[in-house]
């Protein structure tokens, strides 16, 4: 039998060096993107962390609010200037209820995988459309598996290389469960850091079948944030499901 889901584990575990590792990620884009589509109305992050998307759209008069499964990353957020002004509750972003509506949730960075099951992420994407306005939209941000990259069911691969750092990553694939058994490895001169996780990977079309089954539908597909196509070779994917105006 698997052991119980634990939502703090991932935070527990890498909240102290987390914004060292996100530090070459997109933002900019990401929150230009995210702007754009919440406009004036307030935003709902998944997975809020320590706030690298929600404080510079709180910096740009945006309304975020956040559940997170870490109180140490909430702990991080809590400590930069505007942390104090989010709210956010902790828990599984999969089953955790706030209150009000949202014209946009948010879940990025993969975090979509975090979550240990098909029937925990289905739950997830109900919860996002509990949460949004009539016409609200849902943005997952996700890579795209990509077996192949398996050699007997193993890979180690180079992530990120620079004069302070190396990250490497040690992957197990699990294909009957769509589980990826992943633990980083990360090299710096304080030493060595192994920080482990578990991915339930999903193609896109599994996604989108989620958003029926939560009553929301396809609007955007990009290959990242600025909205280059999605194609046969995009290696991730931003996608953008609608509730309609009626519901």
């Known amino acids: 039998m698997a052991p119980a889901f634990d939502a703090a584990a991932y935070g527990r575990g890498i909240a102290d060096i987390y914004d060292a590792t996100v530090r070459d990620l997109p933002t900019e884009a990401a929150v230009n993107r995210l702007h754009e589509l919440a406009g004036d109305g307030p935003v709902l992050e998944f997975g809020i962390g320590t706030g690298r998307l ?9 309304a975020v609010a956040g559940i997170d499964g870490s109180p140490e990353m909430v702990e991080v957020l809590r400590s930069k200037p505007g942390g104090e ?12 209820r706030v209150g009000g509506r949202f014209t946009l949730v948010a ?28 016409g609200g939209r849902f943005v997952v941000e ?4 990509d077996l192949a990259s398996f050699v007997n069911g193993q890979a180690l691969r180079l992530l990120a290389m620079s004069e302070d750092s190396v990250t490497a990553e040690a992957v197990r694939l699990s294909p ?14 304080d030493g060595v850091r192994l920080l482990p996780a ?16 939560a009553g929301m539908a396809l609007e955007h597909r990009w290959a990242g944030w600025t909205g280059a196509p999605f ?8 996608s953008v499901y609608r509730l309609p105006e009626e519901v």
């Open 198 to 213: 578990n991915h339930r990977y999903a193609w896109p079309a599994e996604l989108d079948l989620m958003a029926r089954l």
């Open 231 to 238: 194609d046969d070779t995009s290696r991730a994917h931003v």
């Open 142 to 145: 996700a890579w795209v598996p």
């Open 85 to 96: 002004h989010v709210p956010v509750a902790v828990g599984d972003f999969a089953t955790t």
């Open 107 to 134: 879940l990025t960075t993969n975090t979509i995988f975090a979550l240990p099951s098909q029937e925990a992420q289905v739950s997830c994407f109900r919860n996002a459309a509990h949460h949004l306005e009539p």
């Open 54 to 62: 929600a404080l510079p759209l709180l910096e740009r008069g945006v």
């Open 176 to 189: 009957a469960r769509q589980m990826m058994h992943t633990t980083r490895i990360r090299m710096t001169a």
